[in-house]
């Protein structure tokens, strides 16, 4: 994503018959476009953005003479879906949109540069010189659905909740008889005399998932939204209560907040005989034997998440979306470092000053090498041993040190 650069400002005089000294009267420069990205209900996946991976907003326009000002340009909304988390080039978290209107500018357009009516005093009556505009944000941002579910099934691999799934609401996932059969969670809406009822398929959970083990932490988080939990288990394996007991430790060692969640537990696959057998001898409270394939049990285990969905109090509401961390500037100390090639000056108040400073002005460059003095950077040149001739770097732009 990139901002839009803002317009230059406009370095133009007043001429007009019967005014010989009109004076400088250069607009300033428009502000570039935003990137802003904003979650919708409109929107349910991000598949829009695996089509296109870059997003330029418009430059502001360049100011004019008779103090007109440039045409400030529109910012580029970006609809995501709600649930969408963006995350910045090292992982750290941009913004959170949970919920529909919430918005976070992403990438900032650049300031208009400043016309050079701002620069007439008493002592520069005819200044020459506009600033540029700023550059506009430019990064990287990887955006991640989480999904939004009423429900979350969970479970051991092969416990059967996709075919669960598919019985109990019109999803229809790819369902087959190996580990991780569901690569990426899937959403079905089953209707019940209680309402509607949103269940997401999360992939199934080994031992270790909450460490990274297999899929599991990339799709435990795809549960922290949702109200209630159903852990699915398959009741012909050998021990269906330990895949329970294991499954139930990995989303604890996940979140604690999210162990705690009201939640049932289905047992699947009661048409086999293991299943039935289990089903004779339990007498486990919360739980419900159900087959996806022959739909035996399936209207009171519905009944069930609907009742367990109606109690249930709301997930925990996330902080309002804001920027937590975006490309910072660095701070106001400058630092100056001896290079073999010459001298690197950095600092954010001498790196913005090249950046507004039209260097191919006399005029401008005159104020660049007074501003430089008032800042600090030739007396830091000469206390970091520069001599005359020396390339000295500022922000990519090389000069050579004349004192």
């Given at each position: 994503?990139?901002?839009?650069?803002?317009?230059?400002?406009s370095a133009s005089f007043r001429r007009e018959p019967y005014t010989p000294r009109g004076g400088p009267d250069g607009g300033d420069g428009g502000r570039g476009g935003s990137v802003v990205l904003e979650a919708t209900n409109d929107a349910s996946d991000l598949s829009l953005y695996t089509q296109r991976r870059r997003w330029n907003a418009e430059p502001g326009a360049d100011g004019a003479g008779g103090r007109k000002t440039g045409r400030s340009s529109?910012?580029?909304?970006?609809?995501?879906?709600?649930?969408?988390?963006?995350?910045?080039?090292e992982g750290s978290l941009i913004a959170d949109l949970d919920r529909p209107g919430a918005r976070v500018v992403a990438a900032r357009g650049g300031a208009g540069g400043r016309g050079n009516v701002h620069f007439k005093s008493s002592t520069r009556h005819a200044p020459d010189y506009a600033e540029p505009g700023l550059k506009g944000d430019e990064l990287e941002i990887l955006l991640d659905l989480k999904l939004i579910a009423d429900v979350g099934l969970v479970g051991p691999p092969n416990a059967g909740k996709s075919s669960l799934l598919r019985a109990l609401?019109?999803?229809?996932?790819?369902?087959?008889?190996y580990p991780f059969t569901t690569l990426?969670?899937?959403l079905g809406v089953a209707e019940s005399d209680a309402g509607r009822v949103v269940l997401a398929d999360i992939p199934g959970l080994?031992?270790?998932?909450?460490?990274?083990?297999?899929?599991?932490?990339?799709?435990?988080?795809?549960?922290?939204r949702t109200k209630a939990l159903v852990y699915v288990l398959d009741g012909s394996s050998a021990d269906p209560w330990q895949d329970l007991a294991t499954v139930r430790q990995e989303v604890a060692q996940f979140s604690a907040g999210l162990a705690n969640r009201p939640h049932i537990v289905a047992v699947n696959k009661v048409d086999l005989e293991p299943a039935r057998r289990l089903r004779a001898r339990s007498r486990r409270a919360g739980v419900y034997f159900a087959s996806a394939l022959t739909g035996e049990g399936l209207p009171r285990l519905m009944d069930a998440i609907a009742e367990v969905v109606a109690a249930a109090p709301e997930p925990p509401v996330p902080a309002p979306a804001k920027v937590t961390k975006l490309p910072v500037r660095r701070g106001d100390e400058l630092v100056v470092e001896r290079k073999p090639s010459g001298f690197d000056v950095r600092g954010e108040r001498v790196e913005r000053l090249v950046e507004r400073t039209n260097l191919d002005s006399e005029g401008g460059l005159a104020r660049f090498q007074a501003e430089l003095d008032r800042l600090g950077v030739n007396a830091a040149l000469e206390a970091a041993g520069v001599e005359p001739g020396d390339t000295v770097n500022i922000a990519g732009v090389e000069f050579e040190y004349q004192p």
């Amino acid at each position: 994503m990139r901002g839009g650069h803002g317009g230059k400002g406009s370095a133009s005089f007043r001429r007009e018959p019967y005014t010989p000294r009109g004076g400088p009267d250069g607009g300033d420069g428009g502000r570039g476009g935003s990137v802003v990205l904003e979650a919708t209900n409109d929107a349910s996946d991000l598949s829009l953005y695996t089509q296109r991976r870059r997003w330029n907003a418009e430059p502001g326009a360049d100011g004019a003479g008779g103090r007109k000002t440039g045409r400030s340009s529109s910012d580029i909304v970006l609809k995501v879906p709600v649930g969408t988390i963006a995350l910045d080039s090292e992982g750290s978290l941009i913004a959170d949109l949970d919920r529909p209107g919430a918005r976070v500018v992403a990438a900032r357009g650049g300031a208009g540069g400043r016309g050079n009516v701002h620069f007439k005093s008493s002592t520069r009556h005819a200044p020459d010189y506009a600033e540029p505009g700023l550059k506009g944000d430019e990064l990287e941002i990887l955006l991640d659905l989480k999904l939004i579910a009423d429900v979350g099934l969970v479970g051991p691999p092969n416990a059967g909740k996709s075919s669960l799934l598919r019985a109990l609401t019109a999803a229809r996932p790819k369902v087959a008889d190996y580990p991780f059969t569901t690569l990426d969670p899937e959403l079905g809406v089953a209707e019940s005399d209680a309402g509607r009822v949103v269940l997401a398929d999360i992939p199934g959970l080994i031992e270790g998932a909450a460490q990274g083990a297999g899929l599991g932490q990339r799709f435990l988080r795809h549960v922290e939204r949702t109200k209630a939990l159903v852990y699915v288990l398959d009741g012909s394996s050998a021990d269906p209560w330990q895949d329970l007991a294991t499954v139930r430790q990995e989303v604890a060692q996940f979140s604690a907040g999210l162990a705690n969640r009201p939640h049932i537990v289905a047992v699947n696959k009661v048409d086999l005989e293991p299943a039935r057998r289990l089903r004779a001898r339990s007498r486990r409270a919360g739980v419900y034997f159900a087959s996806a394939l022959t739909g035996e049990g399936l209207p009171r285990l519905m009944d069930a998440i609907a009742e367990v969905v109606a109690a249930a109090p709301e997930p925990p509401v996330p902080a309002p979306a804001k920027v937590t961390k975006l490309p910072v500037r660095r701070g106001d100390e400058l630092v100056v470092e001896r290079k073999p090639s010459g001298f690197d000056v950095r600092g954010e108040r001498v790196e913005r000053l090249v950046e507004r400073t039209n260097l191919d002005s006399e005029g401008g460059l005159a104020r660049f090498q007074a501003e430089l003095d008032r800042l600090g950077v030739n007396a830091a040149l000469e206390a970091a041993g520069v001599e005359p001739g020396d390339t000295v770097n500022i922000a990519g732009v090389e000069f050579e040190y004349q004192p």
